[in-house]
C-alpha cells in the first residue's frame, strides 16, 4: 500500500507564493519521478512540473521561472515552491510518484487526493 499525501494548499492574492508539499509512504522500493499535476475546473489534468530521482526537472511553459520543484529523496518527499502566482493558476494541485514497491515490481503510477490552490486578482 502506497500513500501520497499533499498539503500547503490555500488562498493567495496574485503575486503571492505557496508552496506545496507531497510525502509517498508505505511500501516503497524506489521512486523513478515525481511530479505536480493541475486541474481547473473544465480543463484536463496538466503537468506543472516532474523531478526523476537523478535530480532532472521539466516544467511546463506557463510555470518557467516561477515555480520551481524540488525533492528530498531520502524521505520520498517532493515540494512545489509556486512564486509570482496568478489568477489563471487556480486549480486542484495533485502529486504523482512512479514508483516501485518491489525489486521486480514494474513501475506503477499513485497519486495524492489533491490540495485546492486558489489565487484572488
Known amino acids: 500500500q502506497v500513500q501520497l499525501v499533499e498539503s500547503g494548499g490555500g488562498l493567495v492574492q496574485a503575486g503571492g507564493s505557496l508552496r506545496l508539499s507531497c510525502a509517498a509512504s508505505g511500501s516503497i522500493f524506489s521512486i523513478n519521478v515525481m511530479a505536480w499535476y493541475r486541474q481547473a475546473p473544465g480543463n484536463q489534468r496538466e503537468l506543472v512540473a516532474a523531478i526523476t530521482s537523478g535530480g532532472n526537472t521539466n516544467y511546463a511553459d506557463s510555470v518557467k521561472g516561477r515555480f520551481t520543484i524540488f525533492s528530498v529523496n531520502s524521505k520520498n518527499s517532493v515540494y512545489l515552491q509556486m512564486n509570482s502566482l496568478k489568477p489563471e493558476d487556480t486549480a486542484v494541485y495533485y502529486c504523482?510518484?512512479?514508483?516501485?514497491?518491489?525489486?521486480?515490481?514494474?513501475?506503477?503510477?499513485?497519486w495524492g487526493q489533491g490540495t485546492q490552490v486558489t489565487v484572488s486578482a
Open positions: 504523482s510518484a512512479n514508483l516501485k514497491t518491489g525489486r521486480w515490481h514494474v513501475p506503477s503510477d499513485y
